[in-house]
Structures are given as C-alpha cells and as structure tokens.
C-alpha cells in the first residue's frame, strides 16, 4: 500500500464504502436514499396490504366479525409452497415461520453449560448446527429460492433480500443492518465488507495534523497493516447508522463475516447463536407460530359490520368488536401481512397496530431499491393516495404492496374499510 494511497483512504466517506475495484465510479454507487415529506396517513386503494420490512413484537387487530378461524389458520401448518414470478417460493399458510433455533438460550444457562464438558459439547454441536443451517439458508437465497430471511441477535438485525425483477437472473442481492455502532462497522471494514449508510445525513470528523503525522509514521513501519477508520459521529443505534450492502460480493462478505463472528464479536461470545427467520424451509430449522389470543371486546365507536349474521349483528350494535393479540420475539412481515389478508378474506374490516422491534427500524428503505413503481397523488382530503402495480408480490411475500416506498417511516398502523387500506406512519 503506497502512502499516498493510504492517506486518501484517511478521508474516504463512510457513507458509502466502495471495493478498490469500483474506485473509478462515483461516490454514491449504491445509490442514496431520498424520501418524500413526511406524511402520516396513506391511503392504499384495493385489498393489497402495505408492506413493512421491520420485525413486530406486538400485533393487535380488531375486527368486524368473528374471529373464529384465527385458531384454524395457526393449527393448519403451510402444506406447499408456491413459485413466484421472481423465482422464489412462498408459503401457502402465512402465518408461520421458519427458525432455527426455536428457543434462545438464556445467557445465564450458557454460563452454566461452558462449566462442565457436556454443556461444551451441547453448545459446540448447536453452534455448528446453526452453522449448517446459515449456510443452507443463505445459498437458498442465492438461488433465489428464498426471497428474503433475517438473523437476529440481541446486539443486531440483519435483513436479506433479493431484488425485484421480472427477468430473475437480473435480480440483485441485498443485505440491510439499522442501528449499527461505530465498533461494528470498524470492524466491518476491517475484515473488508463494503457497505454504505445511505440515510447517513451527517459530516466526517476531520482528523488533526498530528494524527495524519502519526498514522502515516505508523504507516511507514508498519506497511500494510494500518488502517485508519474515520468515523460517523452521532449516529450509532439511530436510523441514520443503517448499514446497506449491495451486489453478491458485499453481501456474500457480510455472510462471511457473520458465520464467522465469534471470532471477532468478543461481546457476543458469551450469548446464544443468532436466530435465523424464514418463510421457507431450510436445514435444521423449526416450524413456528406466534402466541395468539383472541376475544370480544367492547367499543364505543365499534366498526361497523357487513355480510355477517344477525348474532354478529347483534353484538356489533352493542358495541361489541373482535380482538386478535399476537405476540412473539420477532414477527416477520409475512405474518402481518398473512393476518391481515385473512381477515379481509372473511369480509372483515380491521384496524391493526404495531409494536415493532426498534433494532429493526430503518429496514423499509429496502423497498426503495426494488423495481417497480407507484404513482402518488393526493385525495381530496389532502392525504396521500398510493397506486401500485399489478404485482400482488414483492420479496416473496404475497398479496402485497410497495406503498411505503420512498417514504422514511414505519408502519404503526392499519385499516382496512370501504374497500381500500388506510396506512398509518410513523418517521425514522
């Protein structure tokens, strides 16, 4: 490594690392994210349900009808999967889940285990079976088998996703951190994982003459072997510390470099492996269901009923409504949207809220970098009213639509009344 060279890398701007092979092209390679003005309320013509990428703790639903074949639908466990367009397969249930492992083991129960030999080989097995299954869930989505999965531990989320794309083998491989820190991405760059920070609006330090004078003396003696990390100050476990990594070598680097963390995440050494989340099958993993629990509550300003008997009727006059609660870890937006779906299939209409997993928040600008778009334009209500296309999937998820698009928020909340969804956000 020349000085020269090293000392240009003193100032390369976090916010878009780019591999040594593409240094020619220009610094936002990756593309910046650029949203619209905030606005609180979308209205979303038709049954197809707004997408969010984000991970839910908490989903409540009230409805206008019973809520009866809920408990159908959890116990009926997906029995094929579907082809999509893009190549990717789909579960024909909705409302489950693939993972592995099932259950997280308790940082203190791992203290346990490491202090007699057969708890060493229990973990050393599991860290190996989480090793097998990472891999066949990767490569599945290589493949473009899976449209999409998360890992998730207690310190970060990691999305997957494929691009949207007609022609499947021109689809792009993705891979999306929010709320990085600045130690995750130093060591990033150490191991040499090429990322940008495309919601990053704020400015470098700039380094004082005696640290150049410094690292350049270093430098000298030590060729090769320094590098200097200007960081992003300000913005660790924010929106604006989302980490994207785009095309199959900085993704696969990112596969790399989170089958081998332990090796380098001293702070998740002493915690259990990640937990991988898919809508699909893959080795080793386990089908599961979120906790449900439904009941009639009542309400003032109930939702009216359509298309139900006289003793829906009935109940609904006494402002009786019925209530989904579903709860869990991390719930992937293939069950929200599977929820929702099913219940404006029995006629229903709902509102829902959300609870999401803030270690997820950031991750809809995913969406931004898919093919395909939506035409806005206002009602007469000064709302903002949201036409997309005709594809009813997008990453694999079905009944589905990019309506958050281009807008930096989340969704917190869902109604689905007249014939049209009406979306309710909140800003990154």
């Not at 395909?372 to 999937?393: I, L, P, S, Y």
Request: net charge neutral; with cysteine.
């Amino acid at each position: 490594i020349r000085q020269d060279n090293f000392l240009k890398g003193l100032f390369s701007h976090e916010t878009c690392d780019i591999p040594p092979s593409s240094i020619k092209e220009p610094s936002n390679t990756y593309g910046k994210f650029s949203p619209q003005s905030f606005c609180s309320e979308l209205v979303v013509p038709g049954w197809k349900i707004p997408l969010d990428l984000t991970l839910k703790t908490s989903v409540r639903l009230l409805s206008s009808s019973s809520v009866n074949w809920v408990h159908r639908l959890m116990n009926c466990a997906p029995s094929k999967f579907i082809p999509l367009s893009n190549g990717a397969l789909t579960s024909s249930g909705g409302m489950h889940s693939w993972l592995y492992p099932q259950s997280i083991l308790p940082r203190e129960a791992i203290s346990a285990l490491v202090s007699t030999p057969g708890g060493i080989y229990f973990l050393g097995k599991r860290h190996q079976s989480w090793e097998d299954s990472f891999r066949s869930l990767y490569y599945m989505f290589r493949k473009k088998i899976c449209g999409m999965f998360y890992v998730c531990s207690s310190q970060f989320v990691v999305m997957f996703a494929l691009s949207e794309s007609v022609n499947r083998a021109k689809s792009s491989c993705y891979a999306y951190i929010p709320q990085s820190t600045r130690a995750l991405r130093s060591l990033l760059k150490q191991h040499d994982v090429y990322f940008c920070m495309p919601l990053c609006i704020s400015k470098l330090e700039e380094a004082a003459a005696e640290d150049l004078a410094e690292l350049s003396e270093m430098e000298k003696h030590n060729l090769g072997q320094v590098r200097k990390t200007v960081p992003v100050t300000g913005v660790d476990n924010t929106s604006q510390s989302l980490l994207m990594f785009k095309g199959n070598m900085s993704v696969h680097a990112l596969y790399d470099f989170l089958l081998n963390y332990r090796s380098f995440m001293t702070t998740l050494t002493g915690g259990d492996v990640p937990v991988l989340i898919s809508p699909v099958p893959f080795e080793n993993a386990a089908l599961s269901a979120p906790k449900v629990k439904c009941r009639q509550v009542r309400r003032v300003d109930c939702m009216p009923t359509h298309n139900v008997d006289s003793e829906q009727k009935n109940s609904s006059s006494a402002g009786m409504c019925f209530s989904v609660e579903i709860k869990d870890t991390f719930i992937p937006p293939w069950v929200v949207c599977g929820i929702c779906h099913a219940t404006h299939a029995n006629e229903a209409e709902f509102e829902a809220s959300f609870v999401i997993d803030p270690m997820s928040n950031g991750l809809n600008i995913a969406m931004d970098q898919t093919q395909g778009g939506e035409e806005e334009e206002e009602d007469g209500a000064g709302q903002k009213v949201v036409d997309d296309d005709d594809n009813q999937q997008h990453f694999g998820i079905p009944n589905t639509t990019l309506s958050l698009r281009k807008h930096a928020a989340y969704l917190k909340g869902l109604k689905y009344r007249d014939g049209s969804y009406t979306a309710f956000l909140s800003p990154l």
